[in-house]
């Protein structure tokens, strides 16, 4: 799950990393309470809070020199759309607008910490570069861009942070704060289950002090059982409403641009409906898996999220009956296929438990349900049903 920077930065103060001081409005009437709690006369930082990176090349992010001037970005960011390689050509709307007091900045550099899933270790990974083209620093002076092992409980060692510090060219009381800043942040990362949290801008200001002026948090969404804080950051508005309806009913969907709508149980096994769709000549509109314990409701919820896309002429259900039989899964084809007044062909490949049972209750429904032999006859009869 995405955070909004201020969330993030939320998350910097509980482990006492140095962030300027910010507030966040979502209407312009609370805009005068907001400059009164920060103190703010006439110069500010306003930034959209959108799930997504290059709000600065968007136009999202302005540095405002005068009280009018805080006033008429404020109009003009807040409830603007992002429309980016990020948020896609749908974009993204910026519900809330945080307001930050100014740094003066003398130098910026780039610290995060990730899973490095080929060395199967967390790692930190810093850069004496920071700012908005970290990515084209990474990519044309990778010599400028290190990562350091960081061990499960978060730690990093001695050795590493010397290193660190040499890199990004820190001494003194400098050094200091940023070992500390790196170690706060590996705890942090550990501590939150995040899969991504990045300081991008981290700088140093003329007193040689370094702050984090943005940040970036991701967390594994299987740990916000134990994430309370966090999974009260979940913002609905930054998904696309389809994905938003699904997650309600804890359905994995994500929209493509195909034709060929596809609900399927089992992450592994959508992926490889998707690729046979593919192979025989057709394109899927969706990925949608409704889980392993697929209920009637969850089958209906699936059924709507797909008919919502209108470039959607025909549906593929693969289903492996499993913890979910397959006679319960037809009676919920079934009921959700009429809930839903299904016009589009509707082609059922269902295989495992009690599979010829299912097969005789979509057979008998009366319903104009195509069955499918297998797979890849189930791919053919979708791609035939199309043309």
């Given at each position: 799950m995405d955070t909004h920077e201020h969330q993030a930065k939320i998350i910097l103060r509980e482990f006492n990393i140095p962030v300027p001081d910010f507030t966040v409005i979502s209407h312009l009437a609370e805009l005068p309470g907001a400059l009164m709690t920060l103190e703010i006369e006439d110069s500010a930082v306003l930034k959209v809070q959108v799930h997504a990176g290059g709000r600065g090349k968007a136009g999202g992010v302005k540095l405002a020199r005068s009280r009018q001037e805080i006033e008429d970005y404020s109009k003009q960011l807040l409830g603007m759309k992002?429309?980016?390689n990020q948020t896609g050509k749908q974009g993204v709307v910026s519900n809330t607008l945080m307001i930050s007091t100014l740094v003066d900045v003398e130098k910026e550099y780039y610290l995060a910490v990730i899973i490095d899933r080929q060395r199967a270790q967390i790692r930190?990974?810093?850069s004496p570069e920071g700012g908005m083209d970290i990515e084209e620093v990474a990519e044309k002076s990778p010599e400028k861009v290190r990562?350091?092992?960081v061990d499960n409980e978060g730690r990093i060692k001695g050795h590493h942070l010397l290193l660190l510090c040499k890199l990004m060219g820190w001494t003194g009381k400098t050094a200091e704060q940023g070992k500390y800043i790196a170690q706060k942040l590996a705890k942090a990362f550990v501590s939150t289950d995040a899969s991504l949290?990045?300081?991008n801008p981290l700088v140093k200001d003329k007193e040689g002090n370094l702050i984090a002026l943005d940040a970036k948090l991701s967390i594994d969404e299987n740990a916000l059982y134990r994430q309370k804080l966090i999974a009260d950051f979940y913002d609905a508005t930054q998904l696309p409403?389809?994905?938003?309806?699904?997650?309600?009913?804890?359905?994995?969907y994500v929209a493509l641009e195909g034709n060929?709508?596809?609900?399927?149980?089992?992450?592994g096994l959508a992926m490889a409906t998707m690729d046979i769709i593919h192979l025989y000549g057709g394109t899927p509109a969706n990925f949608l898996d409704v889980g392993g314990g697929a209920s009637a409701e969850k089958v209906a919820e699936g059924f709507k999220i797909i008919l919502a896309d209108k470039n959607v002429k025909a549906i593929f259900v693969n289903i492996f009956g499993g913890i979910m039989n397959c006679e319960t899964l037809a009676a919920g084809i079934i009921s959700a296929a009429a809930q839903e007044q299904i016009t589009v062909?509707?082609?059922?490949?269902m295989e495992g438990t009690n599979v010829i049972q299912g097969k005789k209750l979509l057979k008998e429904s009366g319903m104009k349900i195509t069955i499918a032999e297998d797979l890849a006859d189930g791919a053919k009869k979708a791609v035939e049903a199309i043309k």
């Amino acid at each position: 799950m995405d955070t909004h920077e201020h969330q993030a930065k939320i998350i910097l103060r509980e482990f006492n990393i140095p962030v300027p001081d910010f507030t966040v409005i979502s209407h312009l009437a609370e805009l005068p309470g907001a400059l009164m709690t920060l103190e703010i006369e006439d110069s500010a930082v306003l930034k959209v809070q959108v799930h997504a990176g290059g709000r600065g090349k968007a136009g999202g992010v302005k540095l405002a020199r005068s009280r009018q001037e805080i006033e008429d970005y404020s109009k003009q960011l807040l409830g603007m759309k992002i429309v980016n390689n990020q948020t896609g050509k749908q974009g993204v709307v910026s519900n809330t607008l945080m307001i930050s007091t100014l740094v003066d900045v003398e130098k910026e550099y780039y610290l995060a910490v990730i899973i490095d899933r080929q060395r199967a270790q967390i790692r930190l990974i810093a850069s004496p570069e920071g700012g908005m083209d970290i990515e084209e620093v990474a990519e044309k002076s990778p010599e400028k861009v290190r990562s350091f092992p960081v061990d499960n409980e978060g730690r990093i060692k001695g050795h590493h942070l010397l290193l660190l510090c040499k890199l990004m060219g820190w001494t003194g009381k400098t050094a200091e704060q940023g070992k500390y800043i790196a170690q706060k942040l590996a705890k942090a990362f550990v501590s939150t289950d995040a899969s991504l949290l990045e300081i991008n801008p981290l700088v140093k200001d003329k007193e040689g002090n370094l702050i984090a002026l943005d940040a970036k948090l991701s967390i594994d969404e299987n740990a916000l059982y134990r994430q309370k804080l966090i999974a009260d950051f979940y913002d609905a508005t930054q998904l696309p409403p389809a994905e938003a309806a699904a997650k309600q009913f804890d359905l994995a969907y994500v929209a493509l641009e195909g034709n060929i709508g596809c609900m399927v149980n089992g992450a592994g096994l959508a992926m490889a409906t998707m690729d046979i769709i593919h192979l025989y000549g057709g394109t899927p509109a969706n990925f949608l898996d409704v889980g392993g314990g697929a209920s009637a409701e969850k089958v209906a919820e699936g059924f709507k999220i797909i008919l919502a896309d209108k470039n959607v002429k025909a549906i593929f259900v693969n289903i492996f009956g499993g913890i979910m039989n397959c006679e319960t899964l037809a009676a919920g084809i079934i009921s959700a296929a009429a809930q839903e007044q299904i016009t589009v062909p509707l082609i059922v490949r269902m295989e495992g438990t009690n599979v010829i049972q299912g097969k005789k209750l979509l057979k008998e429904s009366g319903m104009k349900i195509t069955i499918a032999e297998d797979l890849a006859d189930g791919a053919k009869k979708a791609v035939e049903a199309i043309k």
